[in-house]
């Protein structure tokens, strides 16, 4: 029998608001991240560059072969011109519309399937479901990355988004993952219990009960995944998978390999600075999601 | 001094440690002063938040380090001062002099060596001996904490134990090097019931067998009952009572020792109405009242003692004390204000 | 003998993996692939000579038929004639690989190494200016690409914009200078991209392993700062640490050398992959994704028996 003191009073509070919810708490530490703060902004920043961009409002010249070739920055050329003589500053704001488009698209959409998959697999932990979930993560996992989309170009007769097919398809599997396991530690938890008690079909107590409950996972990986796609943009331009139509970052940056050879540097630079900018704000902002979230994770405490 | 006090084996005085928060230094032990005198069994006892675990820990300089420090005061074992010890010195203490075991079992021990490893490294870190003899005197040691067939016991590793065992294990260690001082942080808490019983009856044996003080750390008053010879009552970062438990259980002389007792459910002649309950709740340490910390939850509490805090008036032979301007059961000639 | 045993197991169950991963490429590449009839004969051709080519190249057969002959030539180890140049795949393969590997070898230890110095230097001085410092370096160099640093290094130490000192191109090595100089400029770029990732993960794991409740016990007991980080805290570490390296491995081989190789005009596995997407080079391909699946593989396996040899919580079976 416990004689212990615990019939008396709860512990101190805080001077400051009591924030109880996982959320409540989260905003209030991340209004107080100086750097996640600042990454926030400057993403701010990009993304209504992009909005008028996509509303047509700047950057619409970005095709037009205007000035002279390799004009260096002037009053009218404020990045200077490529070796076709396009402007480098209209092109370097379109991409950012580019970018926010790869990012978003397949930030949303592998979470999404991500959440759905891993809900599944969890939910199902042990019986043939998790298992094909588990076998098709581990597939993908294994098919080098750059192969996999060149795979998907050739299978999809060199669609344009062909690029976002195979970034989804390979994205995924990390939020899947981690959905996965936190799914099966929520499964055991009496609330799920209780649902069932009442009858609650197995499809609504995913969704509608534990899916809820991996938001803070879901939402920090959206941002990891965001970073990661417009990174392996870059790249892909470089391949020649990657963007097709239009402009981005990465494609400039590709361009620029021949023009550094003769000591251009202009293009190379502009893109560079802005791509590092963006996605470097945006991994300060990640960082702060990450610690208001969850205290356990990356950044110095 | 008196020679009561010359033939204490600890001496805490003044002791304030603080912790770095958000909200600027918190104090979470404010200046308390107590003596264990060598053979004696005492337990710290109150609720979670009230500094009986960091005091544990500043006994052993454990206390860590980036948030929390001891700010003044002195911790007196063996003539040296604890609190001022370069910290190779105190680690060559700890675990030889004064030893200290804690809450958890389940997660106390490296899973990845051996019981038999974590014991001889104990022992080797203190005592130049060979490999063989640390093996045989950690096999004799766990016999002695109640284990059965430890030479095959030794061996394993700690997820092949049960909860009670890895305590006892933990105990064994911690009594390895014949400590003088036994700090036991919740020894008991994380275990069921029987086991409980087990662990505390083989403290008590092994404090007699190996002639050392015992600080039992707890908020169970029913395991204070059946193990300590004396209590120290903590209440928000103070000590408000200290005495024996006996004069503890029957007289108790701080109101807020009496809402604890009161507060136990046990069986009654007659049936009650509710539980008793001590109104209110411990106060938040970043906003803490002029006077004496308890006084708005106190039902003899009286004008003077929301002015200036009660100190702590200890006994001659610093046995007993306690911290009120109005103490229940007071009996005549007890008091002296410490230096 | 257990270990065999364990080994074969483990092997057998990566079976439904490898054929996954050479069903999904199957589908996908050749299957779906670029059709070459058109490519190999001239223009104008005729019903018959379509008909000839496609039966040549296979395409008429079903499907289960032509991923069956995938599934031998992997058995086999024979992937048949490079369509590009003719050279057989497998004397491609045994060319590039040891290219490869002299190639990101030493910028994968070396990234992995500094990564765990680094962290080791932020952990323990967690929460101070240094610590706030090295994090600070490591989500810039996570934020830089990996592109970006490859054309910058190239222009800052083998151009003549910059130092003009190491080779811009090329593999031409013959003695361990040569090495030293074609190896350093990639090894550099390899680290400067890996080195924010490295940090930041040995860092959590690190800080992690020192919060547990034994390194506290153990520093109770008055074990000195040496043992307590060998014996407490590295040792339970290894498993995360383990597991991150040896997954990155089949990474880093094919498609980190990737970019490197094909920017730096270097002859490896990563090149001429790169060289085959471009060209519709259907049996470099195959060979290609086969072996990232097979070295997946063992690398699941290696990773399984390192596990057992370091945390005795896992069990062999």
Redesign the interface.
């Known amino acids: 029998?416990?004689?212990?003191?615990?019939?008396?009073?709860?512990?101190?509070?805080?001077?400051?608001e009591r924030h109880e919810s996982i959320w409540g708490k989260a905003i209030y530490k991340l209004r107080r991240d100086r750097a996640g703060m600042v990454g926030f902004a400057i993403v701010t920043a990009y993304f209504i560059a992009a909005l008028g961009v996509w509303l047509g409002i700047w950057g619409t010249h970005w095709s037009d072969v205007e000035g002279p070739k390799w004009s260096p920055m002037t009053s009218e050329f404020w990045f200077g011109t490529n070796i076709i003589g396009q402007d480098i500053f209209q092109r370097a704001i379109y991409s950012t519309k580019t970018a926010f488009e790869i990012g978003l698209v397949v930030a949303v959409l592998s979470t999404l399937t991500g959440a759905v998959m891993g809900a599944l697999a969890g939910f199902f932990s042990g019986t043939w479901i998790d298992e094909i979930i588990l076998?098709?993560k581990?597939?993908?996992?294994?098919?080098?990355?750059?192969?996999?989309v060149?795979?998907?170009a050739?299978?999809l007769q060199d669609n344009p988004y062909a690029m976002h097919v195979a970034m989804v398809s390979t994205f995924w599997t990390t939020t899947g993952r981690l959905v996965r396991g936190e799914v099966i530690k929520l499964r055991n938890f009496e609330f799920v219990e209780a649902a069932r008690a009442i009858g609650v079909p197995q499809i609504v107590i995913i969704f509608r009960h534990i899916l809820p409950n991996t938001f803070h996972i879901l939402l920090v990986q959206a941002t990891i995944v965001f970073?990661a796609a417009i990174?392996s943009e870059?790249?892909l331009s470089?391949?020649?998978?990657g963007v097709q139509d239009g402009v981005s970052w990465?494609l400039m940056?590709?361009e620029?390999?021949l023009e550094?050879?003769a000591?251009y540097?202009n293009n190379?630079i502009w893109a560079?600075v802005l791509?590092?900018g963006l996605?470097?704000a945006f991994?300060?902002f990640s960082?702060a999601l990450q610690d208001a979230l969850d205290p356990?994770?990356?950044?110095?405490? | 001094m008196t020679d009561e006090v010359a033939k204490a084996l600890l001496s805490v005085r003044n002791l304030v440690v603080e912790f770095d928060t958000r909200y600027g230094p918190v104090r979470a032990v404010d200046d308390i002063s107590f003596d264990i005198f060598p053979n004696e069994t005492v337990g710290i006892v109150g609720e979670s938040g009230c500094g009986k675990t960091v005091t544990g820990l500043s006994l052993l300089r454990l206390v860590p380090s980036p948030p929390g420090r001891i700010v003044q005061g002195s911790i007196i074992l063996n003539g040296s001062d604890l609190a001022q010890l370069p910290e190779k010195d105190m680690a060559r203490l700890r675990g030889d002099e004064i030893s200290m075991i804690f809450q958890e079992p389940m997660t106390a021990l490296n899973p990845v060596l051996s019981v038999g490893e974590q014991m001889t490294d104990v022992l080797r870190q203190h005592r130049s001996i060979t490999k063989r003899a640390a093996r045989d005197a950690a096999i004799d040691m766990l016999l002695k904490v109640g284990i059965s067939v430890p030479e095959k016991r030794i061996d394993e590793y700690p997820h092949e134990l049960s909860g009670g065992m890895r305590q006892r294990v933990m105990i064994a260690m911690a009594l390895s090097c014949n400590p003088k001082l036994l700090v036991a942080d919740e020894p008991t808490t994380a275990l069921d019931v029987t086991t409980q019983a087990q662990v505390l009856e083989q403290i008590v044996m092994l404090q007699e067998e190996f002639h050392m003080a015992v600080i039992l750390i707890t908020h169970d008053l029913g395991v204070i009952a059946e193990t300590c010879q004396r209590a120290i009552v903590m209440y928000c970062g103070n000590i408000v009572e200290a005495g024996t438990t006996a004069d503890l259980f029957e007289r108790p002389r701080h109101p807020y020792t009496k809402g604890l007792l009161e507060s136990i459910p046990r069986l009654r002649d007659e049936r009650i109405p509710e539980l008793p309950v001590i109104p209110g709740m411990v106060p938040d340490l970043m906003s803490l009242p002029a006077g004496c910390r308890f006084a708005d939850r106190c039902q003899y509490v009286q004008a003077d003692c929301r002015q200036t805090p009660p100190r702590l008036k200890v006994s001659d032979d610093t046995r007993s004390g306690v911290a009120c301007y109005h103490p229940l059961n007071q009996e005549p000639g007890l008091v002296r204000t410490p230096a | 003998m257990e270990v065999l045993q364990f080994a074969v197991r483990k092997l057998i169950g990566g079976i439904p993996l490898v054929l996954g991963v050479t069903l999904i490429s199957f589908v996908l590449m050749v299957y779906y692939g670029p059709d070459k009839t058109f490519e190999l004969l001239g223009k104008n051709p005729t019903a018959e000579e379509i008909a000839e080519i496609r039966s040549e190249l296979g395409y008429d057969r079903p499907f289960f038929v032509r991923y069956g002959e995938f599934l031998k030539e992997l058995v086999t180890m024979d992937f048949g004639l490079s369509d590009s140049t003719g050279e057989p795949v497998n004397h491609m393969l045994g060319r590039t690989i040891p290219i490869s590997l002299a190639l990101v070898a030493p910028g994968f230890i070396l990234g992995n190494l500094l990564g765990v110095l680094l962290a080791l230097v932020a952990a323990y001085n967690r929460s101070g200016w240094i610590d706030k410092a090295i994090m600070g370096f490591a989500v810039i160099g996570m934020s830089v690409s990996f592109l970006i640093v490859i054309i910058a290094f190239q222009i800052i130490f083998s151009s003549s914009y910059g130092l003009d000192f190491f080779p811009v191109r090329g593999w031409n090595v013959h003695s361990m200078g040569d090495y030293v100089m074609y190896v350093t400029v990639p090894t550099l770029a390899s680290v400067f991209v890996a080195l924010g990732y490295n940090t930041r993960f040995y860092r959590a794991v690190l800080v992690e392993e020192m919060t547990r409740d034994h390194v506290r016990t153990a520093r109770a007991f008055g074990i000195s700062p040496v043992k307590l980080f060998y014996k407490h805290i590295l040792k339970n570490a290894l498993i995360p640490i383990i597991t991150r390296v040896m997954f990155s491995i089949p990474l880093v081989v094919v498609s980190g050398s990737l970019l490197i190789e094909s920017y730096f005009g270097i002859p490896g596995v990563g090149k001429i992959t790169f060289d085959a997407i471009t060209s519709g080079d259907q049996p470099v391909l195959k060979a290609v994704v086969s072996l990232t699946a097979v070295l997946f593989v063992i690398t699941l396996l290696l990773t399984d028996i390192l596990y057992r040899a370091v945390d005795p919580r896992v069990s062999l079976n």
């Open positions: 029998m416990s004689t212990s003191t615990s019939a008396i009073a709860s512990p101190a509070s805080l001077p400051e076998w098709i581990g597939v993908l996992d294994s098919i080098p990355f750059y192969l996999f060149a795979a998907v050739f299978a970073v990174k870059v790249i470089f391949l020649g998978l990465g940056i590709s620029s390999t550094v050879l000591g540097f190379f560079s791509l590092f996605v470097m991994n300060m960082d356990k994770k990356v950044a110095a405490p």
